[in-house]
Antibody, heavy 128, light 109 residues
Framework: QVQLQESGPGLVKPSETLSLTCTVS????????WSWIRQPPGKGLEWIGY???????NYNPSLKSRVTISVDRSKIQFSLMLTSVTAADTAVYYC??????????????????????WGQGTLVTVSS | EFMLTQSPGTLSLSPGERATLSCRAS???????LGWYQQKSGQAPRLLIY???SRATGIPDRFSGSGSGTDFTLTISRLEPEDFAVYYC??????????FGGGTKVEIK
């Protein structure tokens, strides 16, 4: 069973950089897309971006200027950096794996659209 | 800007009743890329439905999805106590990535 675990500071000062790492266990990092998703307290889900195991990325256009996601295949980890944080970036941050799902209508395995495994989430508070 | 709008915001029902949740897209989307998640308090979301109507592994058959174009529906045929939670629809686009709806809370009446 694949498990994902987020790690990093729980408190970040305004204008500084938020850095989180997700460690994957029980499975390979290869052949999958990996996402960061966040959820402000009491609010809905917001996708931040994803990375393919090869290193190619796709970011939420609203966050793109501040986000970098990287992967370290040797450590079976991927990481998030979010610069110039404000109180609006306070949220539970989840790392997640995109599952492989077969689309019978086009006889094709989709590897990007859906999340099948999530980390437990880590609360990051932005405050001085 | 692409958006998913879920309604109602809150659904108050009793166990055994039928729940019908709506997700409307701001423009037509491929059914292949529309999914539904369940999130219980303090937990990460769980995928229920992918491709608009396919149940994910281990999901009971009381959960079903339907729809096409801009209008999609998640139906829970008979609510069990463990089904009271928040439900999110989600769409994938090559340029927009993953977009989530605002959620529908299903609460005990």
């Amino acid at each position: 069973q694949v498990q994902l675990q987020e790690s990093g500071p729980g408190l970040v000062k305004p204008s500084e950089t938020l850095s989180l790492t997700c460690t994957v266990s029980g499975g390979s990092i290869n052949s999958y897309y990996w996402s960061w998703i966040r959820q402000p307290p009491g609010k809905g889900l917001e996708w931040i971006g994803y990375i393919y195991y090869t290193g190619s990325t796709n970011y939420n256009p609203s966050l793109k200027s501040r986000v970098t996601i990287s992967v370290d295949r040797s450590k079976i980890q991927f990481s998030l950096m979010l610069t110039s944080v404000t109180a609006a970036d306070t949220a539970v941050y989840y790392c997640a794996r995109h599952g492989h799902y077969y689309d019978s209508s086009v006889s094709y395995w989709n590897t990007e659209p859906f999340i099948d495994f999530w980390g437990q989430g880590t609360l990051v508070t932005v405050s001085s | 800007e692409f958006m998913l709008t879920q309604s109602p915001g809150t659904l108050s029902l009793s166990p055994g009743e039928r729940a019908t949740l709506s997700c409307r897209a701001s423009q037509s989307v491929s059914s292949s890329y529309l999914g539904w998640y369940q999130q219980k308090s303090g937990q990460a979301p769980r995928l229920l439905i992918y491709g608009a109507s396919s149940r994910a592994t281990g999901i009971p058959d009381r959960f079903s999805g339907s729809g096409s174009g801009t209008d999609f529906t998640l139906t829970i045929s008979r609510l069990e106590p463990e089904d009271f939670a928040v439900y999110y629809c989600q769409q994938y686009g090559t340029s927009t990535g993953l977009t989530f709806g605002g959620g529908t809370k299903v609460e005990i009446k």
